[in-house]
Each structure stands twice: as structure tokens, then as C-alpha cells.
């Protein structure tokens, strides 16, 4: 049986819908065992300033259904270093917390990663991030909202792309990774998309050019994720406007927009499950694990291979939006 009693509990880098599903249901499962749950604000920065509330099963009523996070979230430059941790656990000390659930990307788990191995610390990871970019686990809590939220802004751009024949790059977020364009490019029956992944294998854009994308069609959409490697929206456009002047180019950036909004049935029920998936790992003795999600199982995911390993875009996802955009 578990020796611990208290459960601190963050939200950590950039917000994503579902991210106070997650917090509910790690909440009240963690209450329901018997545990004390301490509130962190403001991520890792209040885990150093000791911004700390403790949390009864009234303080997540009436939140599933909101975006963002009630606890906050921030960047904190302070925890990338070793005397920033130390203070943060300090923080930890004099609450007497004895084990972390961390709800965040990519950064924030190499963080939780970096402080469990130095203070022999239990920490459980959920996967908070919309780009969906974390290895082990199918999809991430938001990623699915976005997606939605990208689709329905792609559907909006269509009407006017078609009215006018133009041809649309539309940029998403990502931080180097497709998922996002490349699935949201197959849900809104997009002509292409761009993507860090396939980068350095051809160049996407000469081959979308060369298969005539106007042969057939009054418009064109194409899907970019943001990224160094693509170039992004604008960098494509105006390469088109040298190469081809005969086509009438533009650009739309769906910016911040893509994180926000109430959380599709979807996440909330994947940040639920996680949530109480994080507790019986605490009870279970497992520690430094993120929760992921395959083939609708729970499994756990050691920080180790979630953050270190690059998650693979499916091929066949490639090929699907290929051959049906033809
Ligand atoms: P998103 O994917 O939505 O951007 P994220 O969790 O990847 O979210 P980051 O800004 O990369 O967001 O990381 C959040 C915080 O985690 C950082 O501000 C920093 O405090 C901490 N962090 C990131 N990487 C490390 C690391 N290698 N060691 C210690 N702490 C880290």
C-alpha cells in the first residue's frame, strides 16, 4: 500500500482545452482515496513561489466544461535550473506533499522528468498539449478540441475560398509537429498538407504545385504547421506569388484561437479517464509515469521514452489525405 497522503497537482505550459477535466477528475479521485489535494498555481513558478491552495471536491465543481485551466499555467525559466528545483521543493517540503500529478506538454514533463530523478520524487504526467506531440500515447488532452476548432475555421475560409478561387495556405500550431495539419487537412477536405515530418524528404510544396492543384477545382486550401522546417504560411505564399503570379494567394494564421473554447466530449472524457488513471497509479506504487491512451486502453508511459522519443506520423494518414485530395 501507498505511503502517500498528500497530492500536489500543476498545469504547466501552453493551455489546452480539457485541462480542468483533468484537474476535477484527478481531484476527486484523489479525495475519494482519502488523500489531501494541494492546488499549485501558475505551473511551475508557483510550485517555487508557493502559490498553494488545498483543494475539496466543491473547488472543481461546475469546470469540466471550461477551457484553459483554473490553476493557471506560466513558462518559468527559474525551474530549468538546479536551484530553482531545490526551491521548488522546499515548497514541497513545507507542504508536505508526497507526490506531484503534472498536466502539460513536451517541456513540462522533462521538468517533472528532471525533478523526480533529483529528489527521488513521485510524479505522474498527464499529456496536456493540443499539438498532440508526445510519444506513447495516441492522442493528447486538447488535441482533439483544436482539431475541431481548426476544421470548423477551414470549412468558414472554404466559402470564401471558392467564391473568389483562391488558393489558401492556412498555418496551424504544432511547435514541429503535423498532427494537427495533417488531420485537421484530412477532416476539412483540404487539397494538402505541410509538415515538419516529410520536410526533408521532397519538397511538398513543388509536388502539390506540379499535380496542378487548380485543374479541377475552383479553390485550394492547404494545411502548414508552424515550424522552421515548413517555412510556415507566409514563407510559402510568397514563394508561390514569385513562382506562380497567375495565382491568386492568401494567408490566414488561426493564431491562439486554436487553443481556446469549451472541450469536445471527447477530451473531456480522455482528461477523466487520465485523471483517475493518475491516482490508481499513485495508489499502485507507480511513480514517474505519464498516463497515455492506445487503442482506447490506459497505459503508462515512463518520462523517459514520452519526452526523449519523437512520436511518428502515420504514413498511411499521408497517403489517405494524398489520394483524396486528388
Ligand atoms: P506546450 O507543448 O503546450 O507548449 P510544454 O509543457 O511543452 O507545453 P514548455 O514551455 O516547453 O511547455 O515547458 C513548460 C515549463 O516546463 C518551462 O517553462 C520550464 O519551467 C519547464 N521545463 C521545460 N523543459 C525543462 C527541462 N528540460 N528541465 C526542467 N524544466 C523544464
Known amino acids: 500500500m501507498t505511503k502517500i497522503k498528500t497530492i500536489g497537482i500543476l498545469t504547466s505550459g501552453g493551455d489546452a482545452p480539457g485541462m480542468n477535466a483533468a484537474i476535477r477528475a484527478v ?9 489531501r489535494v494541494m492546488a499549485i498555481y501558475r505551473g511551475y513558478r508557483g510550485l517555487i513561489d508557493d502559490e498553494i491552495v488545498e483543494f475539496t471536491n466543491k473547488s472543481v465543481s461546475n469546470i469540466i466544461q471550461l477551457g484553459g485551466t483554473i490553476l493557471k499555467t506560466a513558462r518559468s525559466d527559474e525551474f530549468l535550473s538546479q536551484e530553482g528545483r531545490q526551491k521548488a ?15 502539460g506538454g513536451d517541456g513540462s514533463l522533462s521538468g517533472a522528468r528532471q525533478f523526480a530523478v533529483e529528489h ?6 498527464l499529456p496536456g498539449t493540443i499539438d498532440n506531440d508526445l510519444y506513447g500515447t495516441d492522442t493528447t488532452i486538447g488535441y482533439d478540441t483544436a482539431l475541431n476548432t481548426i476544421m470548423e475555421c477551414v470549412d468558414k475560409i472554404r466559402d470564401t475560398a471558392s467564391s473568389h478561387e483562391r488558393l ?8 514541429e509537429a503535423g498532427f494537427l495539419a495533417l488531420n485537421s487537412a484530412i477532416a476539412s477536405g483540404a487539397e494538402a498538407a505541410i509538415i515538419p515530418e516529410h520536410a526533408t524528404q521532397f519538397d511538398q510544396l513543388a509536388e502539390f504545385i ?7 477545382k475552383n479553390s485550394s486550401i492547404v494545411l502548414v504547421a ?5 517555412g510556415g504560411a507566409l514563407g510559402l505564399a510568397e514563394r508561390v506569388k514569385v513562382e506562380f503570379p497567375e495565382y491568386d494567394v492568401r494567408v490566414s494564421i488561426l493564431g491562439h484561437l486554436q487553443r481556446g473554447g469549451s472541450p469536445t466530449a471527447h477530451d473531456r ?3 477523466s479517464r487520465m485523471g483517475f488513471a493518475a491516482i490508481e ?14 487503442d482506447d486502453e490506459i497505459v503508462y508511459v515512463p518520462f523517459s521514452k514520452a519526452v526523449k522519443i519523437k512520436k511518428p506520423i502515420d504514413d498511411k494518414l499521408v497517403e489517405t489525405l494524398r489520394v483524396l485530395s486528388t
Do not use: C
Not at 499535380?211 to 479541377?216: N, P, T
Open 27 to 35: 481531484t476527486r479521485a484523489a479525495k475519494f482515496n482519502g488523500f
Open 89 to 103: 521543493y522546499e515548497t514541497i517540503r513545507k507542504h508536505e506533499i508526497d507526490a506531484l500529478v503534472v498536466i
Open 120 to 125: 527521488d520524487f513521485p510524479i505522474i504526467g
Open 168 to 175: 489558401f495556405f492556412i498555418e496551424v500550431m504544432g511547435r
Open 210 to 216: 506540379s499535380r496542378g492543384f487548380r485543374k479541377s
Open 226 to 230: 508552424e515550424s522552421k522546417e515548413t
Open 269 to 271: 472524457i480522455l482528461a
Open 281 to 294: 497509479a499513485l495508489l499502485d506504487d507507480q511513480r514517474n509515469v505519464m498516463i497515455g491512451i492506445r
